[in-house]
């Protein structure tokens, strides 16, 4: 049984709102009628919505929302329109201005960042609130740019001395004396995502600077023991790839002044087979305490291509079928 197909005409007030929001050459509306089953045509300022009756409703709550972000940013992306379908499908279309005014610092060219998501926006609010926080889901959050970007933000406003950005170097054993080069050459590779990050939030110039003064840090988790990091934001990436014993060590690294954000995909383990990861251990038996935050990500967060949350879910079905 079909539902019964309904229609809805709504008019934009101005060329530049209908613009912004149908896309060149509509391409915005192929958005929705992807993911909504809805049937979208324009004609001059109007948009014509045909479907079930709730579909178009969807689709006209959606519209008002877009039009409100028009009004704030003058354009519209894709991901503008995917970030509203989604929390229309969650039922939390009340939340997506609201992700818009939580900036939380600007790049070197000026333009605000802010969160993209609902789940981007409790990370952010778990770390303000918490000197350790989990950040676990999958590739395609916004976990690492997020936490650099918070980094930044704490950097600038003076509320750390300096950025320190770790990761282990798994592939390398993190035995790497062996490899060639001097320690930046040996460990580049492993911490390119934390270099891109910076970069694109600081500048590739103004980078270099702060790690010449050595305000900002990035090296590989094995050179975290032994020390107090003091007045420092700490960022541990890919930490599903730390064991027990080096997660241990370097959450007690903690210092006074001090904040620790520690992500990583509990679906992309590369520690030889029976080694349990320091994340999934860390993260339950850290889970009561005050002070410690977690933020557990899902396909529905993805903020890269649409089709990468539908391989996601794809394979998160795959390996469930798979383990029964």
Do not use: W
Request: glycine letters at 8%.
């Amino acid at each position: 049984m079909t539902n019964q197909q309904n229609q809805s005409i709504r008019t934009m007030q101005t060329d530049e709102l209908a613009m912004a929001i149908f896309g060149a050459q509509n391409n915005n509306l192929a958005i929705f009628e992807n993911e909504l089953e809805v049937s979208l045509n324009t004609r001059g300022k109007q948009l014509i919505i045909s479907g079930s009756e709730e579909n178009v409703l969807q689709v006209g709550e959606i519209i008002s929302q877009l039009e409100l972000l028009a009004e704030k940013q003058n354009t519209i992306k894709s991901m503008d329109i995917i970030n509203a379908i989604r929390l229309s499908k969650g039922g939390q279309l009340d939340q997506f201005m609201r992700m818009y005014e939580k900036e939380i610092t600007r790049d070197h060219n000026g333009k605000p960042i802010r969160v993209k998501n609902v789940g981007q926006s409790n990370y952010v609010n778990a770390i303000r609130k918490n000197d350790i926080v989990f950040g676990v889901g999958p590739a395609g959050t916004g976990k690492t740019f997020i936490a650099v970007a918070m980094a930044v933000a704490a950097l600038k406003k003076g509320e750390v001395k300096r950025i320190v950005l770790t990761r282990p170097a798994v592939e390398a054993g993190e035995n790497l004396g062996f490899l060639p080069g001097d320690l930046k050459e040996k460990v580049d590779p492993y911490l390119r995502p934390l270099y891109d990050s910076l970069y694109t939030i600081l500048g590739v110039e103004h980078t270099g600077r702060l790690m010449e003064r050595e305000t900002i840090e990035i090296a590989p988790l094995a050179y975290m023991r032994g020390r107090t990091l003091d007045d420092a934001f700490v960022i541990l990436d890919e930490a599903q790839n730390t064991t027990t014993q080096q997660m241990k060590m370097f959450l007690t690294r903690l210092g006074f002044g001090s904040k620790m954000v520690v992500n990583g995909d509990v679906t992309q383990i590369d520690l030889p087979r029976g080694t349990r990861s320091g994340l999934i251990h860390s993260s339950n038996i850290l889970k009561n305490v005050i002070g410690v935050g977690s933020i557990n990500f899902s396909s529905s967060d993805v903020i890269r291509h649409p089709l990468v949350s539908e391989v996601i879910k794809a394979y998160e079905g795959h390996e469930f079928s798979e383990e029964k």
